[in-house]
């Protein structure tokens, strides 16, 4: 008899747990169905947006850091009276032919003097600790981080990652090509990285990091910009698969969201040469799931 009971109410439980598992597992793809078809009308991103992102605003934040850094070494080339960036005081007198070296950080906290800055280490220290990346379309384990650039951190909340080079990288096409085809940059000094709120999430290119070279004539060009694709390919510029336009994973087409992995490395130059308007957006399955999660726990757990 009371096996039988014992059985009879193991079933019970059995079938209880099975009902409530069908109910929950109801819950969560109605749910899930309809909150994907509100983010695509265009009216889910408050819902939907974790790390919320107030375009405009946060293009106002990256145009101000471009102009900061290019007033920068514009100012310094202006005073030394010379029209190549390499030609200053700048990088005559750095100690190292690369800005990552140890005994160059006392010069450049003395460089970027002007920035305003709260605070300058080098990665991984232990006042500068790891920051990793993610892509603007990549699975969440798949992380990048700078691993030896020169931080600068201001006031304004921002963050920039300089890696910086004493005599240049040379250009990959002729000078005169590159003038032809209307390109600006004809030797590279360096790397900026510009985290537009600092060490905050969400820490993806593209969202909240985007990248630009520093020229010779002082000012920043993107990453996969028009002038990058013309100093690696001179008139054929067009075809370059270094131009963002050209290969969706940069950033590039009407609608990324139809990329499997899209790195967002090349989103500086697509909101540079559109004006400073983000104008892209990425649904990520992690976000709906965690939507999703958040209203069961808010259903169920009370």
């Known amino acids: 008899m009371k096996k039988k009971l014992f059985l009879f109410m ?47 605003n946060d293009m106002a934040k990256l145009k101000k850091a471009y102009y900061i850094i290019t007033d920068n070494f514009q100012n310094i ?40 800055i709260q605070k300058t280490c080098y990665n991984y220290l232990e006042d500068c600790p790891k ?36 005599y240049g990288i040379e250009h990959e096409s002729q000078v005169e090509d590159i003038i032809k085809a209307g390109g600006k940059m004809t030797k590279i000094y360096g790397l900026v990285q510009i985290d537009i709120n600092g060490n905050d999430k969400p820490n993806k290119w593209g969202k909240d990091l985007f990248g630009f070279y520093i020229a010779q004539d002082g000012h920043l060009y993107p990453y996969y910009g028009k002038d990058r694709a013309i100093y690696n390919a ?53 976000d709906i799931l965690t939507v999703l999660k958040n209203k069961i726990r808010a259903k169920f757990f009370k």
Not at 82 to 111: C, H
Not at 145 to 156: L, M
Request: aromatic share 16%; net charge positive.
């Open 131 to 166: 920051i990793e990346y993610g892509g603007l379309k990549y699975p969440f384990w798949i992380k990048t981080s700078f691993p030896s650039h020169y931080r600068i951190y201001t006031n304004d909340g921002m963050l920039y990652y300089f890696d910086i080079y004493k």
């Open 77 to 116: 080339m202006k005073q030394e009276n010379k029209t190549d960036l390499g030609e200053t005081s700048f990088f005559v007198n750095m100690p190292a032919y690369r800005s990552v070296e140890a005994e160059t950080q006392v010069y450049l906290d003395e460089a970027f003097s002007g920035l305003n």
């Open 234 to 286: 001179g008139e054929n510029w067009k075809k370059s698969k270094l131009y963002w336009r050209n290969k969706k994973m940069l950033c590039g087409g009407k609608n990324i969201n139809l990329s499997l992995f899209v790195s967002g490395e090349g989103c500086a130059a697509r909101v540079t040469e559109n004006a400073w308007k983000h104008d892209y957006e990425i649904k990520e399955l992690s």
């Open 10 to 56: 193991y079933i019970l439980l059995t079938a209880s747990l099975a009902v409530f598992i069908l109910f929950a597992l109801q819950f969560v793809l109605v749910k899930g169905i309809a909150l994907v078809k509100q983010y695509e009308n265009g009216h889910g991103e408050d819902v939907l947006n974790f790390h919320k992102i107030n375009k405009k």
